[in-house]
């Protein structure tokens, strides 16, 4: 497996469910992110981890929950999520937690029913 | 707060018929901008990196340029698997994170 990996690619959840999106890189990198994309709008920056270490929390609800056991895996765990949310999660990661050059997954495509 | 504007939102072109898509943007002190192209389904995938007025960067059919206020993406001479979103992004002043506009959908058509 080269570049970023996600899974699962599409996920319907329900408003009570409880899920969760992996993301693994396999570039090197260090710093790894969580993008949110919905249409018609700009990609969102979610969560931004630096070694590890979560370095910026872009006032997401407390619904979605990151953890980054390591710099090749990062994960978003969702729970009570709303209808509005559903959209393109992307993972990306880059070289250092500095940004520059993101290199993305495929996504997963969440439906909230 | 660092704005990004891209025009058109949408643009359809024949074969072989070369255009440009805009990317303006207001940001104090720019570190970089970046053009990502977007297939239906997929994650963004990186083309250029630019840094400073006047820096020009060619990728196949792509030459990406970059001034004090905007970037131009300039197509020539467009095939059919050109077509994409193609997304811009800037990275200004301490901040780590890139801003991003909302994206050019391009469709090349035979």
């Known amino acids: 497996e080269t570049g970023v990996t996600q899974t699962p690619r599409h996920l319907v959840m329900g408003m009570t469910n409880k899920k969760s999106l992996k993301c693994e890189q396999h570039l090197g990198h260090n710093a790894m992110y969580w993008y949110k994309q919905s249409a018609k709008k700009p990609l969102e920056l979610m969560f931004v981890y630096n070694f590890k270490e979560q370095t910026e929390n872009n006032s997401v609800p407390s619904r979605f929950s990151p953890e980054c056991p390591n710099s090749s895996h990062l994960f978003l765990h969702l729970h009570t999520l709303q209808p509005e949310d559903s959209a393109l999660y992307l993972c990306a990661s880059s070289q250092d937690g500095r940004g520059g050059t993101l290199h993305f997954g495929n996504g997963t495509r969440l439906t909230v029913t | ?110």
């Not at chain 2, 004090?68 to 901040?95: M, N, R, W």
């Open chain 2, 1 to 110: 707060e660092d704005q990004v504007t891209q025009s058109p939102e949408a643009l359809r072109l024949q074969e072989g018929e070369s255009s440009s898509l805009n990317c303006s943007y207001t940001v104090s002190g720019l570190r970089g901008l970046f053009w990502y192209r977007q297939d239906p389904g997929k994650g963004p995938e990186f083309l250029f990196t630019l840094y400073s007025a006047g820096e020009e960067k060619e990728k196949e059919r792509l030459k990406a340029t970059l001034t004090k206020k905007e970037s131009f993406l300039h197509i020539t001479a467009p095939k059919p698997e050109d077509s994409a979103t193609y997304l811009c992004a800037v990275q200004a002043g301490t901040a780590s994170k890139l801003t991003f506009g909302t994206g050019t959908r391009l469709q090349v058509t035979l």
